[in-house]
Structure formats: C-alpha cells, structure tokens
C-alpha cells in the first residue's frame, strides 16, 4: 500500500516560482512512475509531468519549459516545480503513483490534492 501528501501549495504572483513535493510512504519501492495531475477549474484533469523508476521524465506540451518534476529516492518525495508561474496555472494538483504487475494490471494511488493559485 501507498499513501501520497501534497503540500507546498498557495497564492502566489506570476513570473514567480513554486515547488510542490509529494511526500510516500508505505511500499514505495513497488511504483513504476509517479505523475504530476492538474484540474484547473471548469477543465478536465490532465496529467502534466511524470517520471519513472529509471529517471525518464515526460511532459505535457502545454507545460513543456516551464515544470521539472524530480525525485529524491532517499527522502521518498517528487516534486513539481513550476517557473515562471503563469496565472493559468492555477488548479488542484494531485501527485499519482502507479504500478503495473506481471498480469499487466494497473494499480493506482491518489493524494488528497493541494490548491495552487496565481494571482497578482
């Protein structure tokens, strides 16, 4: 079992910078990929950024420049970092970790979310 917790969230001003860290515990050597989700509001979900066991990042193309996300294995926490921060950038971000077993089933696990809003 995995449990996420976002955090560093807030209001913050375009052009400025904001790192999100999406803290796991419990069996987190069995995730494949840990993912960066965004749901501003009136719009769907979207995944923006993901990284895998082995480092391999991707990112949407809408964000492509702007998010790094990282991992730090010894403190069991990936973040999000987002600069320059733009006013669309305001959603609910959520931290997603999956796995896939032998049988090709896809296991997921959710955070609660943290709420980021620009804003001058």
């Known amino acids: 079992q995995v449990q996420l917790v976002e955090s560093g969230g807030g209001l913050v001003q375009p052009g400025g910078s904001l790192r999100l860290s999406c803290a796991a515990s419990g069996l987190v050597s069995s995730i494949d990929v840990f993912g960066w989700y965004r749901q501003a509001p009136g719009k769907q979900r979207e995944l923006v950024a993901s990284i895998s066991r082995a480092g391999s990042t991707n990112y949407a193309g809408s964000v492509k420049g702007r998010l790094t996300i990282s991992r730090d294995n010894a403190k069991n926490t990936v973040y999000l970092q987002i600069n320059p921060l733009k006013p669309e950038d305001t959603a609910v971000y959520y931290c997603?970790?999956?796995?896939?077993?032998?049988?090709?089933?896809?296991?997921?696990?959710w955070g609660q979310g943290t709420q980021v809003t620009v804003s001058s």
């Open positions: 997603n970790a999956f796995y896939t077993n032998l049988l090709r089933s896809r296991y997921d696990y």
